[in-house]
């Protein structure tokens, strides 16, 4: 028995409007008609729907769209494509948090090397970590560190926080992630007050990525049970 654009849009707590726009945009197949041009659904657009509402919070709206269009389009090569970048995405995110902890726990060591509690300008600072004040300096212009400047010389100095970005910068650095990626940790870290106040972003952040990946599970189930339908 077909299934009327209300029947599919109370079972998934749709409004009708949203279940013909999904069909637009290709979420759905294309629904039949009766003698009468009105759209009538089948079973299978109601595992469509449900894949692509499991496939939204592992994924989000353009992507899960995508992969919905691709499977509607016979194209399920791209698809598989489009999930695997995902699963990439995450693995990522999961490393990156991983080093941003590591980095933390470097930092918060009884034997750690201290942030230096008065400023220090950016040579000794250089040769104190083994790199080149170039480097430092393309931190700052990419938005890692931000030193004062020394009232009389005009000289890049570097406080007790500064320090700590540029330490959490290094190990990142070491790690081998990118600049973008640090200057959005550091953010995290300033707007946080510290390594310490940071570490229950850091327990957000475990969930959130915990929570995806319990998704991806969700969603790769119902996509199967409609790529079976």
Known sequence: MGLRP???????????????????????????????????????????????????????????????RAVNGGAADEAFRLIDESHAELAGDRR????VERALHDLTLPDAEEPARDAVFIGPL??????RPATLRKWENAGLVVPGRDPRTGYRVYDASAVRDVLMAHQL????????????????????????????TLREWHERLA???????????????????
Not at 126 to 131: D, I
Not at 177 to 200: D, F, N, S, W
């Open 211 to 229: 929570a995806r990946g319990r998704a991806m599970l969700a969603g790769a189930a119902a996509l199967d049970a409609y790529l079976d339908a």
């Open 173 to 200: 650095r070491r790690g081998g992630y990118g600049l973008e990626q640090i200057a959005q940790v550091l953010e995290r870290m300033r707007t946080a007050g510290g390594p310490e106040a940071l570490r229950p």
């Open 96 to 99: 990156t948090l991983e080093a």
């Open 6 to 68: 209300v029947d599919l849009a109370r079972e998934h707590g749709l409004s009708t409007q949203a279940v013909r726009n999904y069909e637009e945009a290709g979420i759905l197949p294309p629904a039949g008609r009766t003698p009468s041009g009105y759209r009538v659904y089948a079973p299978r657009h109601a595992a469509a729907l449900t894949a692509f509402l499991a496939l939204v919070p592992a994924h989000g709206h353009a992507t899960a769209s995508a992969i919905m």
């Open 126 to 131: 250089a040769r104190r970590l083994g790199l």
